[in-house]
Every structure is written in C-alpha cells, then in structure tokens.
C-alpha cells in the first residue's frame, strides 16, 4: 500500500544559500536542521525532515554542473508544501517577501483548485516554483 511521498531532492546551484533559504521560510513550521547522507557521486545531500514522524523530508544537494531551470521543460513544474493554516501560509509569504524573493501570487483562495485552497506561490534560490497550501480540508492531492 502506497502511504505518501518519503522525499524530494532538489540540485542547487548554491548549496548554502538554498538551505538558508528553506531555514528560514520554514524552519519557524517545524522543518528539521540538515541530516547528512552520501549521495551516488559522492555529493552531500542534507536532508530537511518535515516534523511529523513519517511525513517526509526535503532533500537539498550542490550542482556539480551548470544548467539553468525551465519550468515547463521535462521536469518538476513545482513542489508543494502543505501547512495547517491560513497563518502558515502567510507567515512564510512574509518571511520570504522580506528576504526579497520573488512572490509570484501573494497569499489567497484559489476557487479552481477547491472552495478553501489558500496558497502562496514563490520561487526558490534556484528559480524552483514553490507553492504553500493551507490544504488540510481542501486538498487537491
């Protein structure tokens, strides 16, 4: 029985600033300091775990090799966080507008996606789009 997502790992451009940047967005929601593994090619993936046990972790790993980001090219479109409420959502829209990242849609319902969706989305230090969805009764997962 399949029972949810264990990780995603995500290749940085800049390692340390990338994990500031997740400290910081979502660190005060609970996201856990780096655990440390050894990757395939021998590259340190710090692993962020979510705070509930089970629940997943975020992988974070340095490029070995320049290639720039398209969001509709074969890939990951976007990653999804999903908090407990509409407070979360916009605390993280607030910690990360005012550490000048890029908002794309600031914090709101979103009707076609359910009734109660609440999200923000914004990209990371590697142009990765990021959403955050107070999702609890309105999943579209």
């Known amino acids: 029985m ?3 997502l ?16 997740y400290a910081d967005a ?5 996201l856990a300091e780096p655990f440390l593994v050894l990757g395939e090619r021998g590259e340190r993936i710090h692993y962020l775990r979510f ?5 997943g972790s975020l992988g ?4 070995l090799e320049e290639q720039e980001f398209l969001l ?9 966080f999903a ?13 990360v507008a005012g550490a000048g990242g890029k908002v794309l849609h600031p914090p709101r319902i979103w009707p076609e996606y359910h ?4 999200a923000t989305f914004f990209l990371d230090p590697d142009g990765f789009r990021i959403e955050v969805a107070a999702s609890r009764d309105a999943r579209i997962s």
């Open 2 to 4: 399949l029972v949810g």
């Open 6 to 21: 264990g990780h995603i790992d995500i290749v940085c451009r800049d390692l340390d600033r990338s994990l500031g940047f």
């Open 26 to 30: 979502f660190g005060p929601l609970g």
């Open 51 to 55: 705070p509930l046990p089970g629940s």
């Open 60 to 63: 974070l790993r340095q490029a």
């Open 72 to 80: 509709y090219a074969p890939g990951l479109h976007h990653l999804a």
């Open 83 to 95: 908090v407990e409420s509409h407070e979360d959502v916009d605390s993280v829209h607030a910690r």
């Open 115 to 118: 009734p109660a969706y609440y």
